[in-house]
């Protein structure tokens, strides 16, 4: 990951400025392009076996056919509002962060960053992102999964009420207030401090690995490719967090669907009901979303588009 190139203060502020918005527009890139398969991944984690060892959903090509043909192409973008909001300030701090804490641990001028202090920095912008990441996650799941509690409530001759996000936003204040928007919040840091703590060593060493430009930055390619392979490592081994996360954060449920009490009670009666093998529901998916919505990121990131548009350059 790249340093703040940093001599004085009034430096480090000058320079956070393109970097958020860096962060900002690689994450509306990033989302746009992938978020019908992140809808597709939401859907097959939240998806309960029947006790006939029924599915709604065979595979991740079966759920994108029946989708696209239920609901249409619009359909496949449905909480992306949400998260085409909410994104820019995430990514922003994620990417932000990290290059603040590497900064703040690094052992001197040209000084590779040890392993460990590489990790505490990835941890932490992990968990500096969930204060935006639990309620944009909480309401793009609503959104993503609403067409297949809607079909599942249709096949019991029931109906279910479709809302927008807003009206969605609106009920859960109301109900519960600006804590209801962090419903979720513990699993959601275990997925995303583990997936920081994973993702920025692994990229920041796959990156050096590549050719640099003359000015000692990274080129396209091997930026793309490298945020490519950390973010689907770092995706699959943190699987099992964000199926559980997807769960806890699923308000509304389809009919004969557990709900949960927490993050151990979602693992115990997850093994007890479906076996180990759900916690990597939507694995390829969620690798498939993850490698270019980061490849993109990083590329943004280092291509330093921002700078360019603000003439820092």
């Known amino acids: 990951m790249a340093k703040l190139q940093v001599n004085k203060p009034e430096q480090q502020q000058f320079k956070l400025v393109p970097k958020i918005i860096n962060g900002g527009i690689a994450g509306v890139i990033g989302v746009s392009v992938v978020f019908p398969l992140d809808l597709v991944k939401t859907r097959l984690q939240n998806q309960v076996i ?129 804590l209801g928007f962090y419903q979720g919040t513990g699993a959601t840091a275990l997925r995303d401090v583990t997936f920081s703590v994973i993702y920025f060593p692994l990229f920041a060493r796959l990156n050096n690995l590549g050719p640099k430009r003359e000015d000692g930055s990274s080129v396209f390619w091997c930026s793309f490719l490298s945020g490519c392979a950390a973010g689907s490592a770092a995706a699959l081994t943190v699987n099992p967090f964000d199926v559980i996360k997807t769960r806890l954060q699923a308000i509304n449920k389809a009919p004969g669907e557990p709900t949960y009490n927490g993050v151990l009670d979602c693992i115990g009666k997850t093994l007890k009901n479906e076996g180990p093998t759900a916690f990597f529901k939507g694995g390829a998916c969620r690798m498939i979303v993850i490698a270019p919505l980061f490849g993109i990121a990083q590329t943004v990131y280092y291509l330093g588009v921002a700078e360019r548009l603000l003439g820092f350059n």
Do not use: W
Request: with cysteine; proline share 5%; hydrophobic share 40%.
């Open 50 to 178: 029947g006790p006939n060892g029924q599915k709604m959903y065979s595979s991740m090509l079966d759920c994108f056919k029946k989708t696209y043909h239920a609901e249409g192409y619009f359909g496949m973008y449905k909480g992306s509002g949400v998260n085409i909001l909410l994104i820019t300030p995430e990514k922003a701090i994620k990417l932000t962060a990290n290059d603040t804490f590497r900064h703040l641990l690094s052992t001197g001028p040209g000084e590779p960053l040890p392993l460990v202090r590489e990790m505490i920095a990835g941890g932490s912008a992990g968990a500096c992102q969930i204060v935006i990441t639990t309620p944009m996650e909480l309401l793009k799941i609503q959104m993503q999964d609403a067409g297949r509690v809607a079909a599942a409530a249709k096949s019991e001759g029931k109906t279910v009420l479709k809302q927008s996000g807003l009206s969605l936003a609106k009920s859960i204040f109301k109900k519960k207030g600006i």
